[in-house]
């Protein structure tokens, strides 16, 4: 049986916060690639088929620009769930 696989970068403190989930279907992560998928330049896409670049400069535009989070759970053969957490008010001083 496939085994569910979460990757969750930061606690985040307590507050209100606009969740959206995004699912697939598809293949999966594999549990040895989950923990480099946020990281510049990562890909298992052959060369020429992508830059590495979309999930990390989208962490860091939804944790540093935003304060917010992005997680990931995943099981292979099942599919992804990507979590995206933004908080509704931001202390001016974190800008």
Known sequence: AAESTR???ELMPP???VVIELKD???GIAPENLGKIFEPFFTTKEVGKGTGLGLSVSY?????NHGG???????PGRGSRFVIRLPLKRDDSDA
Do not use: A, K, M, Q
């Open 7 to 9: 990757l969750n970068h």
């Open 15 to 17: 507050g209100d916060y």
């Open 25 to 27: 279907t598809g293949h």
């Open 60 to 64: 860091f535009i939804i944790h540093e």
């Open 69 to 75: 989070s992005l997680s990931v759970d995943s099981e």
